[in-house]
Nanobody
Framework: VQLQASGGGLVQPGGSLRLSCAAS????????MAWFRQPPGKEREFVAS???????YYKDSVKGRFTISRDNTKSTVYLQMNTLKPEDTAVYYC????????????????WGQGTQVTVSS
């Protein structure tokens, strides 16, 4: 599975961005898809994940602000991020795995290249 993340950029606090993760190589529907992020100088951390059935799990600090979704027909996963805060600044990665619920990086077999999100005024 090859993953390509896009949609990052510079946004002011309170703004919104939508990240996309396009998959190729295998059908996306058999995988758990997730978003992770790595803030500057910190370790990569789990953000959200979604199963093929639609089950969803979020990191507490993004609940109510971020929405993960998937379109299996397009082999694409999305992360809609609203009410962004400076502490959301990070490189965001999409990942594919087979375990549910998995919030650690070793649980995911495939990773995209990352897209930078900067929240600043």
């Amino acid at each position: 599975v090859q993953l390509q993340a896009s949609g990052g950029g510079l946004v002011q606090p309170g703004g919104s961005l939508r990240l996309s993760c396009a998959a190729s190589g295998r059908t996306l529907s058999s995988y758990v898809m997730a978003w992770f992020r790595q803030p500057p100088g910190k370790e990569r951390e789990f953000v959200a994940s979604i199963r093929w059935s639609g089950s969803i799990y979020y990191k507490d600090s993004v609940k109510g602000r971020f929405t993960i979704s998937r379109d299996n027909t397009k082999s694409t996963v999305y992360l809609q991020m609203n009410t962004l805060k400076p502490e959301d600044t990070a490189v965001y990665y999409c990942a594919a795995g087979t375990r549910w619920v998995a919030t650690t990086t070793p649980a995911y077999n495939y990773w995209g290249q990352g897209t930078q999100v900067t929240v600043s005024s």
